[in-house]
C-alpha cells in the first residue's frame, strides 16, 4: 500500500489536501483531466479508496463537515460528495469567459473565496498580463461578490485567515516586475493591509495558516521559503528564512494534525508567538524549542515521513535510501507519495491515536517537511436559530484553548468573548506611555498591585446525577475530551468541585444512603448507590488524573427520610429532636460515612457544607430532597454533634473545611452573625457558602458586612444555574460574568456552578424547572454544545489559579453596566477582568505605574488581560 497509494511516473502531483477533521486525504494528479483519489485514513494511515472524476489539478477541502470537498475546474467550481457513491460533481460558481485561480474555503464561517483570473495577453514591455478579482460567495454559496476589485493578483496565491475573517494574496506590477506585495483585506472588503513587499520575485505561493498568525512564500529568484509571525508588526517586518534549496519550489501547501510523541519528553510546551519545532527529529527523545523561525539544513530528519536520507543537493535522478522503493522521490518529475506527508515511521515508537493540532509546512517536489506546531483549534460554531450561537464537539472534532505561557516583557495579551461570536479570541497588546484614546465612552483602569484583598481558593462546578448521565451517553472519546474541555491546561482548569451528598432534584429519583425505613443509629445499612459508582466517582477520577489538585467538597440535600420530623426526603422538614440528641448525632456520623467511602475510592474530600438550602426546611411544599435548619440550630449541631464527631474521625478544622449557610445572599449577615460569633463553633468553620439565586445590586453589601463579622472566616459561591432559556443563550453568560465579577470585588474566594452538563432540554431531573448548564449534550447526535457561558467562565477559571490574591482598581470614569477586577496571580502575573454589558462600544486603558494599554471593549464583551513585566 505505501508505494502504490499514488505512483506517477511522467506527471506532477497537481495538489493535495487533508481534513483535519480526520478521514481523508485527497490529492489531485496534475493534469487538465486528471484523477482525484479520496482515502480515508486508519491510524493514520491512507486506505484506497479512489475516486475517478475529471477536474483541474487545483483543489481545497471543507474540513468543518466533510460532506463537501471543494474542487474546480478550468471554467468552473464544482462540489463532490464524498459521502455518497454516485462520484456526481453539482456545478457551484460557473463563468463563461474567465478561468478559476486559486480556491478557498473558510469551513468555519462557511464561505468560499477564488480568483477571478483573466488573461490579458503578452507585451514585450511587460510579459504576460493577467489583471484578476478576488471573489467571494454569498451566503447561499450560489452567486459572486467581488472582494478585491481587479488588479494584477498572482493566480495561485489565495489564503484565508478563519478567525480574523480575512484573505491574503501576492499581487505584482507584471510579471517582470521585481517589485511583490503581500496584502490582505476583510472579508466586507474593509481594511486593506500591506504585510510585507520586496524587490525580489515571489513565485505563485503565498500561504497563512487558517488563523492568520504566520505568512510564508516562496522567493523563487533565490529558491527560498520565507515566513513571518503576523502579529508582531503589519509592514516589511524582518522575516525569517525557513529553507533554501538549489532550484525552484514547485508549491507549497498548509495541512493539518501532526502525531506528536508521547511520555515525558512529548513537546507540548509551546508559545504561539513563536513557531515551535521539534529538534533532534533523528530519535524519539524529542525536545521543544521555540524560535520565530527555523532554518532546516542538509542534517535535519524531516518530523514527518523519517524521509532524511534524501538528496539535499537540488540534483535529479531517484532517491531511494534502502532499496525498498517506499521513498523514492524523482526529482526530473517531481514525484510525490502523499502518504509520507501524513505518516510518522516512527509509529512503533509513537503512540498513533495521540494526536495534537499542528501546522506543516509541506513542499511537493522536495522530500522535506518542516512542521510548525500550532496549538489552538478553533471553534466550529453553529447559530441554534435567533443567534443563539454554540461550538460544537463530535467525535472527529472538537476546539480547546491554548495553555497559558508567561508573556514577554512589555507584553500584555487580552482574551475576548462576545455576543458576535468571538470566544477568548486572542490577541498581544504592547504597554506605551501614551494618553488615552479619544472616544464618546472611555474608561481608565489604573492596577494597584500593593493593595491586596482575598486569596482565591478555586473555580468550578458540581458532578451531579444528571451531569454524569449525561456524559456517559457519549462516545468514549467524547467524554474523555468533555473531561479535558472542563480540567486540563487547554480547557477551563476548573480545580474545585461540589459532589451530592445522595440524590439532588437533578437526579432521575429522590435517594439517601439508607433508605430502609427504619431507624439506623448506626447506620449499618449505610452504602453508596449506583448513582455515585456510575455517575460521579468515574468522572471524579478521571478529572483528577488531568488535574490531582482538585478539591472537592460534598453538599447533603437531605438525610434519610427516619431522621426527619416528616418522615420524607422531600418537602419541609428537621431532623427529629434537638441538638445533642440521637439523630442529630446520627447526622453527623452520615458525613463520616459519606468521606470514609469515598475515601476508599481513593477519593479525598476538602471540605463539606453542612446542608444545601436549610431555609427550605421551613417550605412545606418544596418539591425535592431537602433539611431544614436555623441558625441558631446550625449552631448547636457544629457544638455538639458535627464537630467533634468529625474530629473524631480524623476530620478535624486541619483536614476538612466545614462551611455553614449555603444559601441565598440576602440571609447571610444574619448566619454569620450567629454561628461565627460564637467561639466554640467557630472554631470548626472555615467559611460561609452562598448562592446567587436572589442576587442583585441591593444586596451586595450583605457580603462585606459578612466578611466584618470575622475576616479569618472565607466566603465562597457554592451553586449557581441560570434558567433553560434555550441552548446556547448569551444572556446566561453575561448573567455568570457581572455576578463572577461582583462577587470578587467583595470578598468571595471561589466560584462554582451547578451542573457541569444538561441534556438538550436541560434534564434529566425528576422534578422542578429545567436548568441549564455551560455545555450541553445532543445524544442522539453523539455531540456536545459549548454555550457561550463556557468560555465566559473560562475568563475567570483559567487565569484565576488558587492563590491569586485581589488586587487594587480603581476606575476613573465610572460607566453602568461596566464591571471589573484584578488579581496577581502565584506566579507575578497581573490578570485584569472587564465586562461590558452596554450596547456602546468603550475605549479602555489599563494603567499600571507610568505604563498604560488602550483597547476597544465591544458591546457585550468580556475581556480578560494579563500581563507579567513592563
Known amino acids: 500500500m505505501d508505494t502504490q497509494f499514488v505512483r506517477h511516473i511522467n506527471q506532477t502531483v497537481g495538489a493535495i489536501d487533508y481534513s483535519y477533521t480526520g478521514n481523508y486525504v485527497v490529492i489531485t494528479k496534475g493534469l487538465s483531466k486528471g484523477l482525484i483519489f479520496s482515502a480515508p485514513l486508519v491510524e493514520g494511515r491512507p486506505q484506497p479508496n479512489n475516486i475517478v472524476t475529471e477536474g483541474d489539478n487545483r483543489l481545497t477541502i471543507d474540513h468543518k463537515s466533510l460532506a463537501l470537498d471543494w474542487i474546480h475546474n478550468i471554467l468552473g467550481?464544482?462540489?463532490?460528495?464524498?459521502?455518497?457513491?454516485?462520484?456526481?460533481?453539482?456545478?457551484?460558481?460557473?463563468?463563461?469567459?474567465?478561468?478559476?485561480?486559486?480556491?478557498?474555503?473558510?469551513?468555519?464561517?462557511?464561505?468560499?473565496?477564488?480568483?477571478?483570473?483573466?488573461?490579458?495577453?503578452?507585451?514585450?514591455?511587460?510579459?504576460?498580463?493577467?489583471?484578476?478579482?478576488?471573489?467571494?460567495?454569498?451566503?447561499?454559496?450560489?452567486?459572486?461578490?467581488?472582494?478585491?476589485?481587479?488588479?494584477?493578483?498572482r493566480r495561485y496565491t489565495l489564503n484565508v485567515d478563519v478567525q480574523g475573517k480575512r484573505v491574503y494574496w501576492v499581487s505584482r506590477e507584471n510579471s517582470y516586475t521585481s517589485i511583490n506585495t503581500i496584502l490582505s483585506i476583510g472579508y466586507d472588503s474593509s481594511n486593506l493591509q500591506f504585510h510585507y513587499q520586496s524587490d525580489t520575485f515571489f513565485s505563485h505561493i503565498a500561504a497563512t495558516d487558517i488563523f492568520g498568525n504566520y505568512m510564508f512564500w516562496i522567493n523563487n529568484k533565490e529558491h527560498t521559503i520565507y515566513g513571518r509571525n503576523m502579529s508582531l508588526a503589519t509592514t516589511n517586518p524582518t522575516v525569517g528564512e525557513l529553507y533554501q534549496t538549489g532550484r525552484d519550489i514547485t508549491a507549497m501547501k498548509i495541512v493539518h494534525k501532526l502525531r506528536q510523541p508521547t511520555g515525558a519528553n512529548k513537546c507540548m510546551n509551546h508559545n504561539c508567538t513563536h513557531i515551535c519545532l521539534p529538534s533532534g527529529l533523528a530519535n524519539v527523545n524529542y525536545t521543544c524549542g521555540c524560535l520565530p523561525f527555523h532554518r532546516w539544513n542538509g542534517n535535519d530528519k524531516a518530523c514527518v515521513g523519517n524521509i532524511g536520507n534524501t538528496d539535499s543537493t537540488g540534483s535529479t535522478g531517484s532517491i531511494d535510501s534502502n532499496g525498498d522503493d517506499k521513498d523514492r522521490y524523482d526529482t526530473t518529475t517531481f514525484e510525490?507519495?502523499?502518504?509520507?506527508?501524513?505518516?510518522?515511521?516512527?509509529?512503533?515508537?509513537?503512540?498513533?491515536?495521540?494526536?495534537?493540532?499542528?501546522?506543516?509546512?509541506?513542499?511537493?517536489?522536495?522530500?522535506?517537511?518542516?512542521?510548525?506546531?500550532?496549538?489552538?483549534?478553533p471553534c466550529a460554531q453553529r447559530d441554534l436559530g435567533k443567534g443563539r450561537l454554540v461550538c460544537v464537539c463530535n467525535t472527529t472534532y472538537c476546539d480547546d484553548l491554548d495553555a497559558l505561557k508567561r508573556t514577554p516583557k512589555g507584553v500584555i495579551t487580552v482574551f475576548e468573548t462576545n455576543e458576535s461570536g468571538d470566544r477568548l479570541k486572542q490577541t498581544e497588546l504592547k504597554f506605551a506611555n501614551k494618553p488615552t484614546i479619544n472616544a464618546n465612552i472611555s474608561q481608565t483602569l489604573t492596577i494597584d498591585t500593593k493593595q491586596r484583598a482575598q486569596k482565591i481558593i478555586g473555580i468550578g462546578a458540581a458532578i451531579t446525577d444528571s451531569t454524569g448521565i449525561n456524559i456517559k451517553s457519549l462516545p468514549q472519546n467524547l467524554q474523555d475530551q468533555l473531561i479535558k474541555d472542563y480540567f486540563a491546561d487547554t480547557g477551563l482548569e476548573y480545580n474545585l468541585v461540589r459532589i451530592p451528598i445522595g440524590g439532588t432534584d437533578l437526579s432521575t429519583h429522590p435517594y439517601s444512603y439508607d433508605d430502609n425505613n427504619k431507624d439506623d443509629f448506626e447506620l449499618k445499612h449505610f452504602n453508596l448507590t449506583a448513582e455515585d459508582h456510575d455517575y460521579k466517582i468515574p468522572y471524579m477520577k478521571s478529572a483528577s488524573k488531568i488535574n490531582p489538585h482538585i478539591k472537592y467538597f460534598g453538599s447533603p440535600w437531605a438525610?434519610?427520610?427516619?431522621?426527619?420530623?416528616?418522615?420524607?426526603?422531600?418537602?419541609?422538614?428537621?431532623?427529629?429532636?434537638?441538638?445533642?440528641?440521637?439523630?442529630?448525632?446520627?447526622?453527623?456520623?452520615?458525613?463520616?460515612?459519606?468521606?470514609d467511602a469515598y475515601k476508599s475510592n481513593d477519593l479525598h474530600f476538602w471540605g463539606i457544607t453542612i446542608e444545601n438550602e436549610p431555609k427550605a426546611g421551613d417550605a412545606k411544599t418544596y418539591d425535592f430532597n431537602c433539611l431544614g435548619f436555623t441558625p441558631e440550630l446550625q449552631r448547636e449541631f457544629i457544638i455538639k454533634d458535627l464537630g467533634p464527631t468529625l474530629e473524631a474521625a480524623g476530620y478535624g478544622p486541619k483536614q476538612l473545611d466545614v462551611m455553614i449557610f449555603d444559601d441565598q445572599r440576602d440571609q447571610i449577615v444574619r448566619w454569620a452573625n450567629v454561628i461565627l460569633k460564637d467561639k466554640e463553633a467557630a472554631k470548626y468553620v472555615a467559611g460561609t457558602a452562598v448562592h446567587w439565586y436572589n442576587n442583585n445590586d441591593t444586596n451586595v453589601g450583605e457580603l462585606d458586612k459578612t466578611r466584618d463579622i470575622d475576616p479569618t472566616k472565607y466566603i465562597i459561591n457554592t451553586e449557581s444555574s441560570n434558567a433553560h432559556r434555550g441552548v446556547g443563550s448569551w444572556e446566561n453568560a453575561e448573567r455568570y460574568a457581572k455576578d463572577i465579577i461582583v462577587d470578587l470585588n467583595h470578598y468571595v474566594v471561589g466560584y462554582v456552578g451547578w451542573n457541569m452538563v444538561l441534556n438538550m432540554a436541560g434534564g434529566p431531573r425528576y422534578c422542578g424547572d429545567s436548568q441549564n448548564a455551560p455545555i450541553s449534550v445532543d445524544a442522539t447526535k453523539h455531540e456536545y454544545y459549548k454555550q457561550p457561558s463556557f468560555y465566559t467562565l473560562g475568563h475567570f477559571s483559567k487565569f484565576l489559579v488558587p492563590e491569586s490574591v485581589k488586587i487594587g482598581i480603581t476606575?476613573?470614569?465610572?460607566?453602568?453596566?461596566?464591571?471589573?477586577?484584578?488579581?496577581?496571580?502565584?506566579?507575578?502575573?497581573?490578570?485584569?477582568?472587564v465586562f461590558n454589558r452596554r450596547n456602546d462600544t468603550l475605549a479602555l486603558t489599563i494603567k499600571e505605574g507610568s505604563n498604560r494599554v488602550t483597547h476597544t471593549v465591544k458591546p457585550h464583551e468580556i475581556q480578560t488581560y494579563i500581563y507579567y513585566d513592563i
Not at 108 to 137: A, C, H, P
Open 77 to 153: 467550481i464544482y462540489a463532490l460528495n464524498m459521502t455518497t457513491t454516485d462520484k456526481q460533481m453539482y456545478p457551484v460558481v460557473t463563468h463563461e469567459s474567465c478561468v478559476i485561480g486559486d480556491i478557498r474555503v473558510d469551513p468555519i464561517n462557511s464561505t468560499l473565496f477564488w480568483i477571478n483570473y483573466v488573461y490579458e495577453g503578452y507585451s514585450s514591455q511587460y510579459g504576460d498580463r493577467d489583471k484578476s478579482t478576488i471573489m467571494r460567495s454569498s451566503q447561499n454559496g450560489q452567486a459572486a461578490i467581488t472582494l478585491v476589485a481587479p488588479q494584477y493578483i
Open 336 to 377: 510525490s507519495i502523499p502518504d509520507r506527508i501524513i505518516r510518522n515511521n516512527l509509529s512503533d515508537k509513537v503512540d498513533l491515536t495521540s494526536y495534537y493540532e499542528a501546522t506543516i509546512l509541506g513542499l511537493l517536489g522536495y522530500p522535506r517537511n518542516i512542521p510548525l506546531v500550532y496549538c489552538r483549534k
Open 559 to 595: 438525610p434519610p427520610a427516619w431522621m426527619k420530623n416528616n418522615s420524607d426526603l422531600i418537602h419541609g422538614g428537621y431532623l427529629i429532636g434537638q441538638p445533642g440528641g440521637q439523630y442529630y448525632k446520627t447526622f453527623a456520623k452520615y458525613f463520616v460515612k459519606f468521606l
Open 811 to 833: 476606575e476613573d470614569n465610572p460607566q453602568s453596566d461596566v464591571y471589573s477586577t484584578a488579581f496577581q496571580r502565584p506566579d507575578g502575573g497581573v490578570v485584569v477582568i
